[in-house]
């Protein structure tokens, strides 16, 4: 691991460990000559043409934290306005658009307390978590309590999913009200080091309360696009069963008609923002984070090594709650994957700079 006087990369700031021969982030090389203390590991052959990592600006967690609670207020405000405009778009089609605002405000009203004080019951229920048991658990209860102290947070709520798939994700609103849910999967194939690093990771995104947007992109998010396929199903059958010459006549049904088609593209779109809104740069964050906590880079790398090789599906799995595990549950992303399009980092470029921070170069 990079000691604090390791050497600074004249190109783009990283600090390596000291005598590295080229930076682990955007694979400069420093000279000609081998460092003393070069990396541990045999150096990548000049053949071999290695990725080159852009540097990811960290942040304090004081400075995330108040990030994240301000995105999650400009969210609500934001599906405020899309919660306005189906209102007002399904009371003049059919015909009474105070009826429409004012069914719109009531659901806002109902699913905004929801996702802010239940989010997180919510996820866990649709994943099918179960509260870690004192005695069939205590490895898993140990090494929270221990992560949580190194983290500085208070130790949260643990769950177990059941099932075979590797995964874990964090939820909650704060620090003092977070649980952290893991697979039965996760628990029998990873050793107690690389427990420690995904605990650590999902304590990472605690401290910084990316799990309070985390949350609440999933529900408000999810309800409008839910919302929206709602009244397209229901606006189909409408025109299936009602005659030409009945209530609203022509009009009316073209005018449904119109409105389906918007809520068609609006109901996939909704999926997108969700996607776009969580930004892939917090799981970098929380892995260098998950590093310092356990001083341990190397057993979080393996444990993503084993969660990718090993499958990481979990139980109730959707586009809604992707972005809240340590990795997609629904899909891979590789290294030319849109960053607008992905939830997460390419697994294999998280990997090679914890190996890098553990002092190993990629190839190696």
Not at 97 to 112: C, D, E, R
Not at 190 to 213: C, F, P
Request: proline content about 7%.
């Amino acid at each position: 691991m990079a000691e604090r006087n390791g050497a600074a990369c004249p190109k783009c700031g990283g600090v390596n460990p000291p005598g590295a021969d080229f930076c682990y982030l955007c694979r400069e090389p420093f000279g000609t000559q081998p460092g003393a203390g070069a990396l541990v590991g045999p150096s990548p052959p000049p053949s071999e043409a290695l990725p080159r990592l852009r540097p990811v600006p960290m942040l304090l967690f004081t400075e995330a934290a108040r990030h994240n609670v301000r995105m999650s207020f400009l969210l609500f405000a934001l599906l405020f306005v899309v919660f306005f405009l189906l209102g007002t778009a399904i009371g003049g089609a059919y015909g009474d658009v105070g009826a429409g605002l004012g069914l719109s405000f009531v659901l806002y009203s109902i699913l905004g307390a929801t996702a802010y004080f239940s989010g997180s019951s919510i996820m866990l229920s649709i994943h099918g978590a179960q509260e870690a048991g004192e005695e069939a658990h205590r490895q898993l209860r140990n090494v929270v309590e221990e992560m949580a102290i190194a983290a500085g947070v208070p130790p949260p709520k643990v769950y177990v999913i059941p099932t075979e798939g590797l995964n874990a994700f964090a939820a909650g609103r704060r620090p003092e009200e977070a649980s952290v849910a893991v697979t039965a999967g996760l628990l029998d194939r990873l050793s107690r080091e690389e427990l420690q690093g995904v605990i650590a990771h999902e304590l990472a995104h605690i401290k910084s309360r990316d799990t309070l947007y985390n949350v609440c992109a999933a529900v408000l998010v999810g309800a409008v696009a839910l919302l929206s396929d709602l009244f397209l199903r229901g606006t189909i059958w409408g025109r299936r069963g009602r005659s030409p010459g009945g209530r609203g006549g022509r009009g009316g049904n073209a005018a449904l008609f119109v409105l389906a088609l918007l809520l068609a593209v609006l109901a996939p779109l909704a999926a997108r923002i969700l996607q776009m809104s969580i930004s892939r740069q917090r799981e970098y964050h929380a892995d260098a984070a998950a590093a310092g906590f356990t001083r341990n880079p190397l057993g979080l790398a393996s444990a993503l090594e084993k969660i990718a090789a090993g499958g990481p599906h979990v139980p109730g799995e959707n586009r809604g709650t992707q972005h809240l595990f340590i990795v997609n549950p629904l899909r891979a992303f590789g290294p030319d994957a849109s960053s607008l399009m992905s939830t997460h980092p390419p697994t294999e470029a998280r990997i090679q700079r914890l190996r890098a921070m553990g002092g190993f170069a990629a190839g190696a």
